[in-house]
Nanobody, 124 residues
Framework: QVQLVESGGGLVQAGGSLRLSCAAS????????MGWFRQAPGKEREFVAA????????KYADSVKGRFTISRDNAKRMVYLQMISLKPEDSAVYYC?????????????????WGQGTQVTVSS
């Protein structure tokens, strides 16, 4: 069974940058897609970005395209989310998730394992 632990969240001013990391331990990692989701208070959890098992294909929510970059290092069992030009509306708890299959998908029901989340707060 895989376990996911996110890190790298924090408080940043609008226009700033953060890099989130997700460390995977336990079961096989390199054959599954990985994704990042976020949830703000009072809102539904929403898709942010996903990456295929090989890292060769990615998908982004329209709201973060051009500002966020997802990547992975299968040898290190790590997934990253580089975030630039952050906006106050990016504030949320960010979750790393393991896909059920190898190809990147935007739906949360396509993921079967979730981390505990890391808080990102962007001040205006």
């Amino acid at each position: 069974q895989v376990q996911l632990v996110e890190s790298g969240g924090g408080l940043v001013q609008a226009g700033g940058s953060l890099r989130l990391s997700c460390a995977a331990s336990g079961s096989i990692f390199s054959i599954n897609a990985m994704g990042w989701f976020r949830q703000a208070p009072g809102k539904e959890r929403e898709f942010v970005a996903a990456i295929s098992w090989s890292g060769g294909s990615t998908k982004y929510a329209d709201s973060v395209k051009g500002r966020f970059t997802i990547s992975r290092d299968n040898a290190k069992r790590m997934v990253y989310l580089q975030m630039i030009s952050l906006k106050p509306e990016d504030s949320a708890v960010y979750y790393c998730a393991r896909g059920k299959f190898g190809w990147e998908r935007p739906g949360p029901d396509e993921y079967d394992t979730w981390g505990q989340g890391t808080q990102v707060t962007v001040s205006s």
